[in-house]
């Protein structure tokens, strides 16, 4: 490709360009998701998920419970509180498992 310059109106100057060459990259494909750390990762937002909202169940459960003139014991809160992080912990590894899966049936290679 040439580009034409004049420095006076009847002289014409030819600057030669370069073409860019086309680069080839490799692509690398990583391995990909493994089970276990699909199990890992939803294990981990299920407690962080779990944690927020069994965490605002129990203390507005201590909260209204405060208010009341007789209330009970904590136990019963706590152990709900509990069995319900514990569920939502293997409900969040249980989607991962279940969204790994349909990624890998549905995956175009």
């Known amino acids: 490709m040439t580009q034409s ?9 030819e600057i030669e360009t370069a073409e860019p060459e086309s680069v ?7 391995p990909g998701w493994s089970m276990r750390r699909a199990l890992l990762t939803g294990c981990i937002i299920g407690a962080i ?6 965490g605002a169940y129990a203390g507005t459960s201590v909260w209204i419970c405060s208010g009341l003139l007789t ?3 904590w136990a019963p809160i ?3 509180a ?3 992080l514990v569920v939502t ?3 969040g590894a249980m989607v ?14």
């Open 5 to 13: 310059f004049a420095d006076e109106p009847n002289k014409p100057v």
């Open 24 to 30: 080839s990259v490799p692509i690398v494909r990583s």
């Open 49 to 54: 998920l779990g944690s927020i909202f069994w």
């Open 71 to 73: 209330c009970g014991h």
């Open 78 to 80: 706590t152990l709900v």
């Open 82 to 84: 509990v069995i319900g």
């Open 89 to 91: 912990i293997f409900f």
């Open 96 to 109: 991962s498992a279940v969204i790994l899966k349909v990624h890998r049936m549905s995956r175009v290679v």
